[in-house]
């Protein structure tokens, strides 16, 4: 069972920053595949960024590209989320995922067997 902690969110004008971490226990975490997502009120979860489980493949939606940036620090057992010059449009709730196992699309929420509780980034204009 692995368990994933987010911290970091909070509110920001538009333009600022803002990096957001998550802590994993409980499992192996060098060896799980690491994604965000969010989800804004009445919206859908969607995805945000994901990282391979040794930190050499990431990926983006399209509208954080440039602007988002993932990692991994294997050793600490956690992923982060940098996120710059941050728009209204991502406020929203970010949440963790894990797979310890092989991810075939990593833009889809199936594929991720663990998720945290989320931690709430609200970008004012």
């Known amino acids: 069972q692995v368990q994933l902690v987010e911290s970091g969110g909070g509110l920001v004008q538009a333009g600022g920053s803002l990096r957001l971490s998550c802590a994993a226990s409980g499992g192996s975490f060098s060896s799980s595949n690491m994604a965000w997502f969010r989800q804004a009120p009445r919206q859908i979860r969607e995805f945000v960024a994901a990282i391979s489980w040794n930190g050499d493949f990431t990926y983006y939606e399209d509208s954080v590209k440039g602007r988002f940036t993932i990692s991994r620090d294997n050793a600490k057992n956690t992923v982060y989320l940098q996120m710059s010059s941050l728009k209204p449009e991502d406020t929203a709730v970010y949440y963790c995922?894990?797979?310890?196992?092989?991810?075939?699309?990593?833009?889809?929420?199936?594929?991720?067997?663990?998720w945290g509780q989320g931690t709430q980034v609200t970008v004012s204009s």
């Open positions: 995922a894990a797979s310890v196992g092989r991810v075939i699309q990593p833009r889809k929420l199936g594929e991720y067997d663990y």
